[in-house]
């Protein structure tokens, strides 16, 4: 690698060391924006299955359900208070909140059992917060909640591997994914239909009218379109979200960048040509002396004098004490990215270069 190539490449890695500064906050705000928003469903595992016909059990979980246990109140302080560094590593310590899906076979046992629980990863302990019991003859119950304990063996160690790991979702773990979502209104269904097809499914007994029963089902029906409509606005959000963050660190990056050309430019008419197309640039400076390929990007090679391009200078040699500026631009993606400039005495400052027209 030649002298000037060296140069540029040094000067390169020191504007993306500072972009990389200026840009750490606008990048942890976009990150902590995101992680705090919710997972979108239709990540839904099948985790645990245990038991014999006709006393079997299926546990599921699904990714929209995971939050962190941090409430927003202490997000809030925490990262006004000491940077969104700070808030995004308390997130992440945080224990996991999430919610799983038991589904019984036996016509004695509980149709369904929604299961919320909490997890400290760190610790290896749970909790449950909630318990709803589902039974076949149109009742439910409640059970109270635990404290901490060890995590137990079994379904309760699948579950939190799932919420605490989530590379380890995949069937070499004993998870299987599903087609769509894990949920309170999906799950058994889904188990008859799907890995119980070999068994009877237990009847429903009822003590409500057939109006009753009709208004229930309209409300099912209500709440399911609300949740549709609901995800596909957090859909929708995340989108803008993530084109924001991406948008406001692109931006910072461009910004730290351009004040350090600024700092170590010998002539401002050259930052002028930054983001110019370059099917303009050798318009206007006509043909380079020299390319060169580097990676994914090109440089071209040109030399000034007093009074403008240099047509037959040679692009090794090196600028002397005759006034030459010699400069070079990096192409990326067809536009101007940076540059670099050499020259003895105020060569370059002094050098005839022209300044991209605002018109063009």
């Known amino acids: 690698m030649d002298s000037w190539t060296n140069t540029s490449t040094k000067a390169a890695k020191r504007a993306g060391k500072r972009a990389g500064k200026k840009a750490a906050l606008s990048a942890s705000l976009a990150a902590l924006v995101l992680a705090a928003a919710p997972a979108c469903a239709g990540e839904g595992y099948l985790l645990h299955r245990y038991g014999d016909k006709p006393t079997r059990g299926l546990i599921y979980a699904d990714s929209s359900w995971i939050e962190t246990a941090l409430s927003p109140e202490e997000e809030s302080r925490i990262l006004f208070a000491d940077g969104p560094d700070a808030a995004m590593s308390a ?4 224990p996991r909140s999430i919610r799983v899906f038991e589904v019984m076979e036996h016509q004695s046992a509980p149709d369904k059992i929604v299961h919320h629980l909490q997890f400290d ?4 302990q749970a909790r449950s917060t909630a318990v709803e019991v589902y039974r076949r003859n149109d009742t439910q119950e409640s059970r109270a909640p635990s404290e901490w304990a060890p995590t137990p063996a079994g379904w ?8 605490c790991e989530p590379a380890s979702r995949n069937p070499e773990h004993g998870m299987t994914p599903l087609d769509g ?8 269904d889904l188990s008859w239909q799907r890995f119980w097809t070999d068994g009877k499914r237990p009847r429903y007994t009822t003590s409500r009218s057939k109006t009753r029963i009709a208004a229930r089902q309209q409300e099912v029906e209500s709440t399911l379109a609300r949740l549709s409509g609901a995800m596909d606005q957090v859909h929708t959000e995340l989108r803008d979200q993530q084109d924001d963050a ?6 910072s990056a461009r910004n730290a960048r351009a004040s350090e050309r600024r700092q170590r430019t010998p002539n ?20 380079p002396l020299s390319y060169r390929e580097e990676d994914s990007s090109r440089w071209l090679h040109y030399v000034f004098g007093a009074t403008g391009p240099m047509r037959e200078a040679a692009p090794s040699a090196p ?6 500026c010699t400069i070079r631009f990096m192409v990326r993606n067809g536009s101007i990215y940076d ?10 400052k002094n050098a005839a270069i022209p300044v991209r027209s605002v018109s063009i």
């Open 156 to 163: 309760m160690t699948q579950a939190q591997r799932f919420a």
């Open 339 to 348: 540059y670099t400039a050499s020259g003895a005495g105020a060569s370059c």
């Open 268 to 287: 401002p008419a050259l930052e002028s040509w930054i983001d110019a197309p370059v099917q303009l640039l050798v318009g206007t400076w006509g043909d």
């Open 319 to 324: 600028a002397a004490d005759t006034g030459r």
């Open 181 to 188: 979502a894990a949920n309170q209104l999906t799950v058994v």
């Open 91 to 94: 997130r992440e310590a945080a």
């Open 121 to 124: 990863c760190a610790r290896g």
């Open 246 to 251: 991406r948008a406001q660190a692109e931006a």
